[in-house]
T-cell receptor
Framework: DAGVTQSPTHLIKTRGQQVTLRCSPK?????VSWYQQALGQGPQFIFQ???????QRGNFPDRFSGHQFPNYSSELNVNALLLGDSALYLC????????????FGNGTRLTVT | QKEVEQDPGPLSVPEGAIVSLNCTYSNSAFQYFMWYRQYSRKGPELLMY????GNKEDGRFTAQVDKSSKYISLFIRDSQPSDSATYLC?????????????FGTGTRLQVTL
């Protein structure tokens, strides 16, 4: 049973560029959430997608956007990259309900130079 | 003041010791409480998930929640070198979605031989 898979594992971008990160949820899960984890910090909630719509959003600027596809996979897009966007980006999946625990992937390590 | 406070450690214990990890929180809306384990260069792995006050046991792990004091704990019995990792507490409000987790900064644990 495949868990949450993310690609790529590592990425290096230049300030001002745009990046797309991808996530496939755990089998049977239909909800995808994205988190940003800076070095030495806990993950911070970016947003959540359910039924192809953004259901809830954290305190992140509009440069961060996402999409969910009919097969429940998801993308995270970040425009106009800043040095401060360097972090581990984690995707987590769960099953529909509000009380369902999250299962995380191993993340994409983004470095902005 | 952060909504969730967690001592970053590092915490070093000998093999076989009982480990106690703790978090305090200030938001009384938090109703769901989780503990995740994160190995270096990996995503967080769900260890414990609880809703009510009191204790919940799973193998060597016991999660304790005291809502009146806004204090949660994770106990690890008979600690092993393989338990060396960062432990993250996380919480969510009942009225929102349990996918929007607020994490502590994580406590780094080292179990020595």
């Amino acid at each position: 049973d495949a868990g949450v898979t993310q690609s790529p594992t590592h990425l290096i971008k230049t300030r001002g560029q745009q990046v797309t990160l991808r996530c496939s949820p755990k089998s049977g899960h239909d909800t995808v959430s994205w988190y940003q984890q800076a070095l030495g910090q806990g993950p911070q909630f970016i947003f959540q997608y359910y039924e192809e719509e953004e259901r809830q959003r954290g305190n992140f600027p509009d440069r961060f956007s996402g999409h969910q596809f009919p097969n429940y996979s998801s993308e995270l897009n970040v425009n106009a990259l800043l040095l401060g966007d360097s972090a581990l980006y984690l995707c987590a999946s769960s099953f529909g309900g509000y009380n369902s625990p999250l299962h995380f992937g191993n993340g994409t390590r983004l470095t902005v130079t | 003041q952060k909504e969730v406070e967690q001592d970053p450690g590092p915490l070093s214990v000998p093999e076989g010791a009982i480990v106690s990890l703790n978090c305090t929180y200030s938001n009384s809306a938090f109703q769901y409480f989780m503990w995740y384990r994160q190995y270096s260069r990996k995503g967080p792995e769900l260890l414990m998930y609880t809703y009510s006050s009191g204790n919940k046991e799973d193998g060597r792990f016991t999660a304790q929640v005291d809502k009146s004091s806004k204090y949660i704990s994770l106990f690890i019995r008979d600690s092993q070198p393989s338990d060396s990792a960062t432990y993250l507490c996380a919480m969510a409000a009942l009225t929102g979605t349990a996918s929007k987790l607020t994490f502590g900064t994580g406590t780094r644990l080292q179990v020595t031989l």
